[in-house]
């Protein structure tokens, strides 16, 4: 059974990272050209028919133009399938996109109850023996991240996503991270930690 998770807004950001300035998109052009994007991430982004791939609907904007834009490059995050649909996308196509999904209404996911006690520890305070820093610090208490400082909303997002994130970074297979900092927090972690954070992450609402 899943249960949902709300948690407090308020909470202090211990990292800050920079990013390149992107020009703002516009969310109906990138409608226009989203819809492809729909069989694989779900209508408007909110519901993908596969849970390793990642709800798009409510992402910050900057953060989604910076995931296309390193997906383009293919050096820091690479996928055979984002490749393939990314390479005739402009600078403008992709802020367009991200302004689209950016606006659009997540959907409410649930966290498995067995899950929670060691998923809820872990994110709001890490684990101080293995120096795995809290992940509420960088996405905030209730996940909704820090736009600011590009770090992406993670509340409701897909478990499966979120643990195959984590063992990408930990793997080094994925590397766009500002500072190394996602790698180092995920190759500290056990599996059992990145399973339970990431059915947390995902009842977070």
């Known amino acids: 059974m899943k249960a949902q998770i709300k948690v407090g807004i308020a909470g202090l950001f211990l990292f800050v990272a920079t990013s390149p300035v992107m020009a703002a998109g516009n969310a109906q052009a990138g409608k226009a050209k989203a819809q492809v994007c729909f069989s694989c991430h779900g209508a408007n982004g909110a519901s993908p028919a596969n849970p390793a791939w990642p709800k798009l609907a409510g992402q ?33 196509d992709m802020a367009n996109l991200a302004a689209f999904f950016a606006e659009q209404t997540p959907k409410a996911g649930g966290a498995a109850k067995d899950k929670v006690a060691l998923g809820q520890r872990i994110y709001r305070g890490g684990n101080e023996k293995s120096g795995v820093a809290a992940c509420a610090g960088c996405h905030s208490p209730n996940g909704a991240g820090n ?25 080094g297979v994925r590397s766009n991270d500002a500072g190394s900092m996602m790698r180092t927090i995920a190759a500290r972690m056990t599996d059992a930690e990145k399973s339970a954070v990431a059915s947390y992450i995902e009842g977070l609402k």
Not at 64 to 90: C, E, H, N, W, Y
């Open 147 to 171: 736009p600011a400082a590009n770090f992406p909303r993670l509340s409701g997002q897909n478990a499966g996503y979120v643990v195959k994130a984590l063992n990408d970074f930990a793997k």
């Open 60 to 92: 910050h904007a900057k953060y989604i133009a910076k995931q296309l834009a390193d997906f383009k490059k293919g050096k820091t995050r690479k996928d055979p399938a984002m490749a393939g649909q990314v390479a005739s996308l402009s600078a403008d």
